[in-house]
């Protein structure tokens, strides 16, 4: 049974590596100073109809290859426009949280449980998730002082349902997609008034939802 569990645990760990060789190794090839919005958008129109297809699963994958999401968004915007960019990249950033969120739960579930009494935050994170796990996914979803990404592993970790889960990541994308698509929209007329209200929108879902934290949290201090 011993020998069983580590070979199991070895199995797991080496998936694990595999998949980070593969983001690093993408990185590093390709170089992420080349894949620019433009580049990328010019890679997506040339698939034609196929092209929104590309785009979702190159989203899904982006936390595998530990490329920076707003690149894609931008070229999401630039390719689809605001309206069809911020859907597809909805579409494309659930899958990839899910894909994160599955990850996690084959490989270290039972696992979290070994650390929740070394480090205080962790058992914070796993009470909130256990107590209100919607709330707290919605929250940490639109606060933009959470990483995505591993927002996205810790949940897996978590006792969150995986339907409250998928739900608050969805709603919790929305706003912030789609300034980001606005914004990329209008990278093809830099300085226009499109451009301008952009800026003006991604500020916007930027820091009012920092903004409210901060002044909850003084308030409660």
Known sequence: ???????????????LLVLVFLGLSFVHVVGVSRLTPESIRNVIVSFGWWGPVMYVFMYSIRPLLLFPAIILTLAGGLAFGPWWGTIYVVVGGVLGACLCFGIARLLGRKKMQKYLSKFSYLQIFESKMAANGFRTMLFMRIVPIFPYDPVSYLAGLSKIRFRDYVLATTLGMIPGAFAYNVLGYSLLDIFSSTFLFG???AALVFFTPLAYHLLNKNRRV
């Open 1 to 15: 049974m011993m020998m069983l569990c580590e070979k199991k645990s070895a199995m797991k760990a080496g998936f």
């Open 199 to 201: 800026i003006a929108l």
